[in-house]
């Protein structure tokens, strides 16, 4: 239920059309919310028959997007959004779950999925540490400025975990 949550941040971000939000969504905010451009332009059109956003006014020309903008109501709803309670959810990576199939059935063609996966991880890391130097290395952010690299350090962090804990798990299958 946090997809509309997601659209309503990008629009008070930036007013924005589908196109644009899927490109943003690919970009940035899918780092950590991933959404399809079915998904979004289908969140959209129930956005604003909620009364939560609107089309910005434009001049009628063919192939012109329509762009959205958050209306009060969706800015109420997401600060209440912002402050309700949500209990952390469970991790469903299908990675964790083959590791304890791999404890009953054997271990075999295991260790290169998880070279694999850490080698993923390992650019996913790489590329948010190019986006905190390029993104966050001024200084005197601004308040909202420190929040995103909040969000981005996560990140950062989960992405070391990962890297640190398939290292160790390889290690364990090689014996080394």
């Known amino acids: 239920m946090s997809l509309p949550h997601a659209i309503l941040t990008a629009l008070l971000e930036k007013p924005s059309s589908g196109l644009e939000l899927t ?11 991933s959404a399809t451009h079915q ?3 289908r969140e959209l059109a129930k956005l604003e028959q909620s009364g939560f956003i609107r089309p910005l006014p434009q001049q009628p020309s063919r192939g012109r997007k329509r762009e959205y903008e958050v209306l009060p109501e969706g800015r109420t709803e997401l600060t209440a959004w912002v402050a309700r309670p949500e ?3 469970a991790s469903r990576d299908p990675l964790l779950l083959r590791l304890r ?3 009953v059935v054997g271990t075999d063609g295991l260790g290169s999925e998880l070279a694999r996966h850490l ?3 390992e650019g996913k890391l790489a590329e948010y540490l190019a986006i905190e130097k ?3 290395s001024r200084p005197g952010p601004s308040p909202q400025d420190r929040l995103q690299h909040l969000v981005l ?3 950062i962090d989960l992405e070391k975990y990962w890297v640190g804990w398939l290292t160790e798990v390889l290690a364990e299958l090689t014996g080394r």
């Open 134 to 136: 390029r993104d966050f």
């Open 23 to 33: 490109r943003r969504f690919d970009r940035s905010i899918g780092y950590f919310w």
């Open 153 to 155: 350090r996560a990140g």
């Open 87 to 89: 209990d952390p959810r």
């Open 101 to 103: 199939a791999a404890a």
């Open 39 to 41: 998904q979004i332009y």
């Open 119 to 121: 080698r993923l991880h």
